[in-house]
């Protein structure tokens, strides 16, 4: 089978639709034990950290929050590369039901960077480069999402969405080397580094727990509304044979 014959084979709602169908007990489960397990040690087990004390726990929430909301705009770009390129009709709700997932993460980034930022740094916002571009972030998925129903035809309103999350994703490395390229307020990456992670194990692993509960939280809320666009699309061409 081909790449574009594979393609294709999950072009079809009906594959698609049985494909979210069995992947969402094993990712609700997994979001379900892993949040369980991650909040239980970034609680209760990971220390205080020697500066800024009891705050710090606050990473486990904002840290992994930010880091699925750039996966999840990677999902978008990706899936609208492919509904542009192949005209995949699933590529397209998949990025329509991953884009409000996303800009809630991103939503709950600033939240909690701002809740963070006052006892770390004295300031709720500053214009820094990371906070910026991370705000540049959530613009865009407000961008996409309005995008999609701002045209009287649906497929020009899904094309200039699919074009705008394309263009867009060149925000994703702003955001991660933000921090290196521009000496400002907002700290070094400590975790993904090129010689390696700077944080103690013992707040490293809650934190890496906590990052692979939310990636099956969002995994199972894509999925959850991936569903549901396809049962709306389906009852949308009944309607229309109707008559």
């Known amino acids: 089978m081909t790449e574009r014959q594979s393609l294709h084979r999950f072009a079809r709602p009906a594959v698609a639709r049985r494909l979210a169908v069995g992947l969402l007990p094993w990712t609700a489960g997994a979001a379900a034990i892993l949040l369980t397990i991650g909040l239980g040690l970034a609680l209760i087990v990971s220390p205080p950290d020697y500066q800024q004390g009891e705050s710090v726990r606050i990473m486990y929430i904002h840290v992994p929050a930010a880091w699925t909301a750039l996966m999840a ?41 701002a809740l963070w930022g006052k006892p770390s740094w004295g300031t709720w ?24 129903d701002a045209f009287d035809q649906p497929e020009r309103g899904q094309r200039a969405a699919a074009i705008l999350a394309v263009v867009g994703v060149i925000n994703v490395p702003i955001i991660k080397f933000s921090v290196d390229w521009w000496n400002t307020l907002h700290q070094p990456a400590s975790v993904f580094r090129f010689d390696g992670p700077t944080i103690h194990p013992t707040m490293l ?26 049962a709306r699309r389906r009852l949308a061409a009944l309607a229309m044979a109707a008559g």
């Open 73 to 113: 705009y990677v999902g978008v770009a990706l899936a609208s590369a492919v509904a542009l390129v192949w005209r995949h009709p699933v590529a397209h709700l998949f990025a329509r039901a991953s884009a409000p997932i996303g800009a809630i993460f991103t939503v709950l980034t600033l939240a909690t960077g």
């Open 125 to 148: 916002w500053v214009w820094d480069a990371r906070l910026t571009s991370v705000l540049v972030l959530l613009f865009l998925y407000l961008g996409f999402i309005a995008l999609q």
């Open 205 to 230: 692993w809650p934190l890496l727990i906590m990052a692979a509960g939310y990636m099956a939280l969002y995994l199972t809320a894509t999925l959850m509304r991936l569903r549901a666009e396809l």
